[in-house]
């Protein structure tokens, strides 16, 4: 173990680093990024269990090496505590001990309460030797919620023992529970799900205490938890929700996002729609820059709206009045967005994210809004989002659910089908209403089926080569003036400007797992675009000759975006261009190291783990 304060002193007494110092820095902090976006890739496939003997053959000592290869250790495992994956975690600090290395001290308090936790046979035998642990200053809060969630989630540790050692550390460490909410509200959920409401009781009681004692308001936190504890254990029951709301306002606690998204929540499970979505017309008449809605908001609510478009559902559950449709709930989200950041698209805030994206995509083409869904697509790179397989996945396994259902049912002689524009579309090909027509009647499809099934591997090839166009432009696809044009492959990196594979998208080859993987939107809008396009080609039949069905689609999609696209949007992104066109003239550094700039810099690129002794 050392201390921070030690290695400081060492850094001084070094000097300043040299220029080839600081860039040979950057690159291997640029390899550790590397190392760590694998690592989370790798959470998100099947082969998650198998992240620790990734990290351990990755950490090669021909890429980390002396001090290095120390800092690959630490930001590894803090990398492992943060997402609560404490057994991988140790096994990395057990390593880094083994190989000579010094451990930061305070990490190293930490990793030597879970260890004691990790060795002990029977639980009771670790509650000496860690209350003796608690007595270094150094082991603080965000420390003792490492080991709470550990003795919980992973040793399933009973209520009374996490109780009997949080009030241990309080009590030896003389803690202040009106400064650590979160800390009040875990260990009274802990209680609560052990059945042991006497002692959430006591802990609720006594931050209130706290608080009136100092004369401070007490945190919404730990009357979130609870809530949201209250709602896992039993859904239905809506009077002790109730006493905790009352207990709020008695309190002086006004309630902020959390506590809204625990009451919708608990109203969507409870199938009580009107109020939920009541709840969230409040959300957004008192919205402020401390009181927001936020991603978990949208996302709770584009899932009850994908859920109530179903016919089934709607018909037993009935459609509330005061529902927002979901055109109308994707504005409100960039709006919401834009109000946080003043107006910066491209800005960080808590409202939008990758998922919250995916599941209003999911939403549109659940309902067949392909025009909501290709302004989706087209606002991903306005709001600094590239697609991914999953955005990839998204719009084919429902695009090919589709086409299944209708080519498994009969077709009349007057009826056409989305199946039939796009089996027999072929790629690259400007559609024409009587070619296709006759192809459909002489049973001429734009390619050859290999296996018996109506919708096969051949149809996802098909899919995938209706998105792709001799010239990488998306000078084909309607313009939409609010928003930025995408950016041409040439601008885009290699792995940023390619399409998946049939493969990829079938789950039988996964996409390098030691970097994050974009895939080009150009193709994915296209798709979507045909999808729009076979839609008014279903009405054209019936229509008089000289409508202009394909050129109905600029219009459809230009009323969809104004509808769905808030107002400043286009203000937002000039001005962001304007400060790229200025950061042009600031010179270049080396590759990895511009990419490490970036990412420290980024919204959305990630931010570095950084430590005190980096400084």
């Known amino acids: 173990m050392v201390s921070p304060n030690w290695i400081r002193f060492a850094h001084n007494l070094a000097g300043p ?5 600081v860039t040979s820095q950057k690159i291997y902090r640029a390899r550790v990024n590397t190392l ?28 980390f090496y002396n001090t290095y ?17 404490f057994n991988v975690a140790l096994a990395l600090y057990n390593r880094m001990l083994q190989e000579g290395f010094l451990v930061v001290y ?47 989630d992973d040793k399933h540790a009973s209520g009374a023992l996490v109780d009997d050692l949080a009030h241990a550390f309080v009590s030896i460490r003389q803690i202040k529970l009106s400064e650590y909410p979160d800390l009040v509200g875990e260990v009274a959920s802990i209680n609560m799900r052990a059945d042991r409401l006497d002692a959430a009781q006591t802990w609720l009681q006594g931050f209130e205490d706290m608080c009136g004692a100092q004369g401070v308001l007490p945190d919404v936190a730990p009357y979130s938890d609870i809530i949201n504890t209250l709602n896992d254990i039993d859904p239905k029951n809506a009077d002790a929700i109730q006493d905790v709301l009352f207990r709020m306002k008695s309190a002086g606690v006004s309630p902020d996002a959390s506590i809204f998204n ?17 709840l969230y017309h409040i959300l957004m008449e008192k919205r402020s820059d401390e009181l927001m809605p936020n991603d978990v908001t949208y996302k709770m609510l584009f899932r009850a709206t994908s859920l109530l478009s179903h016919p089934r559902v709607a018909r037993r559950l009935g459609r509330p009045e005061n529902a927002v449709p979901p055109r109308r709930l994707f504005r409100e989200m960039l709006a919401c967005h834009l109000e946080q950041t003043k107006g910066q698209p491209l800005g960080r805030s808590t409202v939008v994210s990758v998922s919250a994206f995916h599941l209003a995509l999911r939403t549109f083409m659940s309902r067949e809004d392909y025009a909501a869904a290709f302004i989706v ?66 049973h001429q499809p734009a390619f050859e089926r290999t296996g018996s099934t109506s ?17 990488p432009t ?6 939409v003036p609010t928003l930025l044009r995408f950016p041409s492959q040439a601008h885009l990196r290699r792995r940023d400007a390619q399409i998946p594979t049939v493969a990829m998208l079938t789950g039988v080859e996964d996409p390098a797992s030691h970097q994050r993987v974009f895939f080009s939107p150009v193709p994915l809008a296209r798709v979507v675009h045909k999808a729009l396009l076979g839609e008014l080609f279903r009405k054209a039949v019936h229509r008089d000759a000289d409508w202009d069905w394909k050129g109905a689609a600029g219009p459809i999609v230009e009323e969809t975006h104004q509808e769905m696209i808030p107002e400043g949007v286009a203000r937002g992104l000039e001005a962001s261009e304007r400060r790229a066109e200025r950061r042009e003239g600031e010179g270049v550094l080396p590759f990895a190291a511009a990419r490490m700039r970036r990412r420290k810099r980024s919204a959305r690129g990630g931010r570095e783990i950084t430590f005190g002794f980096e400084s």
């Open 262 to 278: 625990a009451l919708i929540r608990v109203n969507f499970v409870q199938q009580r729609y009107q109020e939920a979505f009541a």
């Open 36 to 63: 760590l976006f694998g690592a989370d890739r790798l959470l998100l496939t099947p082969r998650a269990g198998t992240l620790e003997s990734y990290l351990m053959f990755r950490l090669s000592d021909a890429k």
């Open 455 to 471: 919708v096969g591997l051949d149809t996802i090839s098909h899919l995938l080569s209706l998105g792709a166009q001799p010239l």
């Open 377 to 442: 697509i087209r606002a991903l790179h306005a709001f600094g989002f590239q697609p991914n397989l999953q955005t990839y996945l998204i719009v084919f396994v429902n695009l090919l659910h589709r086409m299944k259902h209708e080519a498994n049912l009969p077709r009349t002689e007057s009826s056409y089908r989305l199946v039939d524009f796009l089996t027999y579309l072929r790629p690259n090909e400007d559609p024409n209403l009587h070619t296709l027509l006759n192809r459909i009647r002489q």
């Open 69 to 85: 290869r120390s800092m690959a250790f630490m930001r590894l495992i803090r990398f492992c505590l943060e997402r609560h994956l």
């Open 17 to 21: 680093p040299t220029p080839t110092q």
């Open 474 to 479: 998306d000078d084909d696809l309607p313009d």
């Open 106 to 152: 305070s990490l190293s308090l930490r990793m030597t309460a879970l260890n004691i936790v990790h060795q002990a046979n029977n639980l009771r035998e670790v509650v000496s030797p860690l209350k003796k642990h608690f007595e270094n200053k150094a082991y603080d809060v965000p420390a003792f919620m490492d080991l709470i969630h550990y003795l919980t």
